[in-house]
């Protein structure tokens, strides 16, 4: 089973969302635009069984400032947590999927990205993997897999992953904490995504979809502003 987690997908009410939208500030519409036309969803990230609140929430972050709209969790052994000092609030903008509640939800996981086009890509220095320098953006939507500090990705990802990819390093430590490794990948791959003619950019439906979120979740009592335009409806309709 896998779920939408802090976000709903429904079909928007275009003349409610112009309601509603009349109740924030001009510079908050110009930010929502500015901001939908760097999101994209060519690249996504997957956490798998990540426990550590701290690193998981400052991953949220990262995604965030890069512009990628959807966060994979995977819930097999531990419950994925965000912490709001550290998020500061990045989970309301971003579309966290979670998947639980099957025997081995990193398979179904795979398996659902693989049916939406996404190349399988693991994040380890130790297998048949290639530079992050050296990585092709070009090849097509890549999930990009991230694996506890301790023990990494398990097997399930490892297994069935298409391409293995690591960050150069040249200390005697082997691996940065999993909130520095996403922040390094993501710039570089949307640094490179950015200047390429590849449609990276959500499509205006999926832009429409997500500004009506984000518009009702910067409106406080928005359910008493929904029925108050439901009311003004009737009324008109009586007149």
Not at 153 to 174: Q, S, W
Not at 177 to 197: D, F, G, M, Q, Y
Not at 204 to 229: A, M, Q
Request: contains cysteine.
């Amino acid at each position: 089973m896998y779920s939408l987690f802090l976000f709903n997908v429904e079909m928007v009410n275009n003349e409610l969302l112009n309601y509603l939208s009349g109740f924030l500030t001009q510079q908050r519409l110009e930010i929502f635009q500015k901001i939908l036309d760097k999101r994209t969803r060519y690249l996504t990230v997957v956490l798998e069984d990540i426990f550590q609140p701290h690193n998981a929430s400052a991953v949220l972050r990262t995604c965030d400032c890069f512009g990628i709209q959807d966060v994979h969790i995977i819930e097999n052994r531990n419950t994925y947590e965000v912490n709001p000092d550290i998020a500061l609030g990045s989970s309301k903008w971003l579309n966290l999927i979670r998947h639980k509640g099957r025997h081995n939800n990193t398979k179904e996981c795979i398996s659902k990205l693989r049916s939406d086009g996404y190349r399988i890509i693991a994040t380890t220095p130790h297998r048949n993997d290639l530079d992050l320098d050296d990585f092709d953006i070009h090849k097509g939507k890549a999930a990009i897999f991230m694996g506890t500090e301790l023990t990494g990705l398990t097997y399930n990802v490892l297994d069935n992953a298409d391409e293995y990819v690591k960050i150069p390093m040249h200390g005697f430590t082997e691996s940065f904490n999993i909130s520095v490794s996403t922040a390094i990948i993501l710039h570089h791959l949307t640094h490179k995504l950015h200047r390429t003619e590849l449609d990276w950019h959500l499509s205006d439906e999926e832009k429409l979809t997500i500004r009506d979120v984000w518009t009702r979740r910067s409106l406080k009592k928005v359910e008493l502003l929904e029925k108050r335009y439901y009311e003004n409806i009737q009324n008109d309709d009586k007149v």
